[in-house]
């Protein structure tokens, strides 16, 4: 699976952004997809998933709420849209994909490169 992410750039506090991650192959279906962020000096850090189907999601405290994943399964795409955007939230973000689905412990085989987010105050 390849990924190819994209969407990212600057916004100010309170504004939107919607990311997209262009996945290849004709199982995309079968694949658990997710977003991660990183920032310079830490790990990267889950911050929402969703399931083959669409039909599960899940979140990360910090994001719950103002977040939403999606998947487009006849484009083969999967998005994030990010609203009320806060500076916590500028980071380099990176779409993901595996067989396994979430469980908490969620590390994907797959991933794309990152796109920059950064909000501004």
């Known amino acids: 699976v390849q990924l190819q992410a994209s969407g990212g750039g600057l916004v100010q506090v309170g504004g939107s952004l919607k990311l997209s991650c262009a996945a290849s192959g004709r199982t995309f279906s079968r694949y658990t997809m997710g977003w991660f962020r990183q920032t310079p000096g830490t790990g990267r850090i889950f911050v929402a998933s969703i399931d083959g189907s669409g039909a599960s999601t899940f979140y990360s405290d910090s994001v719950k709420g103002r977040f939403s994943i999606t998947r487009d399964g006849a484009k083969n795409t999967m998005y994030l849209q990010m609203n009320s955007l806060r500076p916590e939230d500028t980071a380099l973000y990176y779409c993901?994909?595996?067989?396994?689905?979430?469980?908490?412990?969620?590390?994907?085989?797959?991933w794309g490169q990152g796109t920059q987010v950064t909000v501004s105050s």
């Open positions: 993901a994909a595996d067989r396994a689905p979430y469980d908490g412990y969620w590390y994907p085989q797959y």
